[in-house]
């Protein structure tokens, strides 16, 4: 193939974040058609001064970087693409809403949201204390375009030899992308080896009338992981990993184990999903509502496909039933 004559060269660069989640990496693809950047880290002017100056010692400024491909829309992966005035945006059609700050998609989102932790049994306080954590979020995205929106199976534009997956599942705008003849891929947050992903619940997308249930799909992005050859996959966190196939077989049995876990929690009892959060996170429900809810409702959904448990409403509250 014609881009073997490239010497292609991918290199790690870790920068800080103010997440509970750590430092993020963000990698740079140098010898291929178009100098290359996968992610930029949050918007922090730490993280940005760091960046420019590893940038700086492979010999690059942020104006030789000619293209971004985001792996997703999360802010410790976005914040920072309007300050590369020369490159062009690469990722899933779904950023298009989160990076052009669509304000009617926003709005949508969030009051869907709050509907839902609300018909879930979260009260009031909470569901404010999320609302004001998801607007301080936003503080660390900017404003831009998605110039290339690209598919599962589409070449990645700029990238000889690289194409697109698409991971739904810890984010509705995942993707991976994958160097078939190297044997290399770069997955951001879907697989990470010191921790596992969280299926984040998202409200539907222009088009879509309910939620997907981001855990369903994550475990089929993550078994499809076990179709392609992949001899190494960097992560947006975390060190690279060498055998996806036992980390994805980990993984699934976790989730697997968790819902076996909740069931027993629940008992014979009726509970909503906020009753069940505060029984299997009792130390970190307060520190991450948003993601142990999601984690949880995300377990119950797992349940009720697979004829565990069921779902009964009362005065507009949903409970859940394990049998
Ligand atoms: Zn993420």
Redesign the pocket.
């Known amino acids: 193939m014609a881009y073997t004559k490239y010497k292609q060269k991918i290199s790690t660069i870790t920068l800080p974040t103010p997440f509970l ?1 750590g430092p993020v990496n963000v990698y740079l693809i140098e010898g291929n058609e178009a100098l290359t950047l996968v992610d930029t880290g949050p918007r922090t002017e730490e993280g940005w001064e760091l960046l420019c100056n590893e940038l700086l010692e492979r010999g690059y400024t942020t104006k030789d970087i000619e293209q971004i491909i985001l792996t ?1 829309h ?1 802010p ?2 976005v914040g920072l693409i309007d300050r590369f005035e020369n490159a062009k945006i690469t990722g899933h059609p779904k950023l298009k809403p989160w990076l052009e700050k669509n304000e009617s998609f926003l709005n949508q989102t969030i009051n869907y949201l709050m509907n839902l932790y609300k018909s879930h049994g979260m009260n009031e306080r909470m569901i404010e204390h999320i609302y004001n954590l998801n607007m301080s979020y936003l503080q660390f995205t900017c404003k831009a375009k998605v110039d290339h929106p690209v598919r599962s199976g589409d070449e990645v534009p700029g990238l000889k030899g690289w194409k697109v997956i698409e991971t739904p599942g ?2 509705q705008t ?1 993707i991976m992308i994958l160097n078939e003849e190297e044997q290399k891929a770069i997955s ?2 879907h697989l990470i080896k010191h921790i596992s ?1 969280n299926a ?1 619940i998202e409200a539907p997308y222009s088009g879509q009338e309910e939620r997907s249930k981001s855990l369903l799909q994550y475990r089929e992005s993550l078994l499809m992981l076990k179709n392609y050859p992949i001899k190494v996959s960097y992560s ?1 966190h975390g060190d690279p990993i060498a055998d996806i196939s036992a980390l994805v077989d980990e993984r699934v049995q976790e989730q697997n184990l968790r819902a076996g876990h909740i069931k027993e929690l629940m008992g014979n009892d009726a509970l909503t999903c906020d009753q069940i959060t505060q029984l299997l996170f009792p130390k970190v429900y307060k520190k991450q509502p948003e993601l142990t809810f999601s984690e949880t409702l995300g377990h119950l959904d797992l349940l009720v496909s697979t004829g565990q448990a069921e779902t009964e409403q009362k005065a507009g509250t949903i409970f859940y039933k394990a049998y």
Do not use: L, M
Request: proline share 0%; no cysteine.
């Open positions: 989640v997703h999360h410790d992966h810890h984010a995942q951001g947050d992903s984040i947006g």
